[in-house]
């Protein structure tokens, strides 16, 4: 049987303030601008792109009835990131002023995770594996 897809290529969340959260992923988290422009910001990241991209310019690529209303598509999704040590990326970020949901914490499915909000509520979850991962 072939798959259809081999693997999720980008990640684009939807964003009303793209300034602050462009400030947000690059300060707190690090990450390099690959590409920018007045609509939208693109992030550099191993295999994998990562976008942010104003509301208005979302409604234009997919149409106004597939956003529906950004309060109710709030909180649909959990990105995960993975890091070689969540203690450590916890206590970096705690350092930088970003305030967490959940401190770090084993999980039964064989991960160590902490959990975040960035500026518009986008939910993350950071995360190392501790038992085999398959």
Not at 1 to 24: P, T
Not at 83 to 112: C, M, N, S
């Amino acid at each position: 049987m072939s798959r259809m897809f081999g693997k999720i290529g980008a990640v684009v969340l939807f964003v009303q303030d793209l300034d602050r959260c462009v400030a947000f992923y690059r300060d707190m988290f690090g990450l390099e601008v690959a590409n920018t422009d007045d609509d939208s910001t693109a992030f550099r990241m191993v295999d994998h792109d990562f976008m942010l991209l104003k509301i208005p310019s979302a409604a234009d690529m997919v149409g106004t009835a597939a956003l529906g209303q950004p309060e109710i598509a709030s909180h649909r999704m959990l990105l995960c990131a993975d890091v070689e040590d969540v203690d450590a990326a916890y206590h970096d970020l705690t350092a930088k002023g970003l305030t967490f949901l959940k401190p770090p914490a084993d999980q039964p499915w064989g991960i160590r995770a902490t959990y975040l909000a960035d500026p518009e509520g986008n939910l993350w979850e950071l995360r190392h594996f501790f038992k085999a991962h398959t």
